[in-house]
Structure formats: structure tokens, C-alpha cells
């Protein structure tokens, strides 16, 4: 009796797990998801989801820092075991891959704001990473 209790609350709870989520496309042809409404004007679907995600962590590219007094702020520093420096190198190698690729390259800036990298600056975050991947990964 308390089974079918609880099985037929759970039904009646299910719709209320959906959300609501917008998708359009910009005029640079950037597919954007967002819960809020596109700006006014702007052509867009509502994408009905069902259940919950947890949000997804930046891209490597997007989130490698500019400076190492970024790093500080941003996050405490990891302990230096095994596991983290193998993941530290993994980022490392998507990061040079991202940044010697051909695709643009975007990050976020400290006002939250992201802007895509010019060639100078890709040159200059892939010497960074090149040089802290030689110095931390090629050793090991």
C-alpha cells in the first residue's frame, strides 16, 4: 500500500523536474542554450529537457589562465600527488592542441567577459603551455 503511495506522488512529481531551456542561433552562427529568454527579436525553440545535469566544466582552452597571479586567485593550489600532476599534464596537452589548432580560440576574461584570442596572444599562451608542459609532463 505505502509502495503505491509513493509510486503514484513520484508521477505526479515528474513534470515538475522538466526545464525550460531556449536555443538560437547568433548572427556569427554560435548556437547559444540558456534558461533565460534570447533577447527581444532574436528567432529561437524552446527545447523542453527532462531530469537535471550538473553544470559542465570549462573547456580547457577557455580556462586557462593568463597569468599565474590569475591561477592564485582563482582556485587553492593542488597537492602535488601523482593523479593531479597526470591531470594537470592531460589539460596541458588539450590546451597546446586547442591553441596550434586552427579553430579560434575564446577565454574568459576576469569581468567574466570572453574574447577570442589574435595570433599574438595564441603564440603567446602556447609558448606558456609548452613551456610548463616541458617542464612538468616531459620528465614523468
Given at each position: 500500500m505505502h509502495r503505491s503511495l509513493i509510486a503514484v506522488a513520484l508521477l505526479l512529481l515528474a513534470?515538475?523536474?522538466?526545464?525550460?531551456?531556449?536555443?538560437?542561433?547568433?548572427?556569427?552562427?554560435?548556437?547559444?542554450?540558456?534558461?533565460?529568454?534570447p533577447p527581444q527579436g532574436t528567432k529561437y525553440k524552446q527545447v523542453k529537457t527532462v531530469g537535471s545535469a550538473e553544470p559542465l566544466s570549462a573547456p580547457a582552452a577557455a580556462s586557462a589562465p593568463e597569468s599565474s597571479s590569475q591561477t592564485a586567485a582563482a582556485a587553492p593550489p593542488a597537492a602535488d600527488t601523482s593523479g593531479n600532476q597526470s591531470t594537470f599534464c592531460v589539460s596541458l596537452r588539450a590546451n597546446l592542441a586547442a591553441l596550434q589548432g586552427s579553430a579560434p580560440v575564446v577565454m574568459k576574461q576576469p569581468d567574466g567577459k570572453t574574447t577570442a584570442l589574435d595570433d599574438d596572444q595564441r603564440k603567446q599562451q602556447a609558448s606558456s603551455a609548452q613551456t610548463q608542459y616541458d617542464q612538468y609532463c616531459q620528465s614523468k
Open positions: 513534470p515538475l523536474a522538466t526545464a525550460q531551456v531556449y536555443k538560437w542561433t547568433d548572427a556569427s552562427g554560435t548556437v547559444h542554450y540558456s534558461q533565460d529568454a
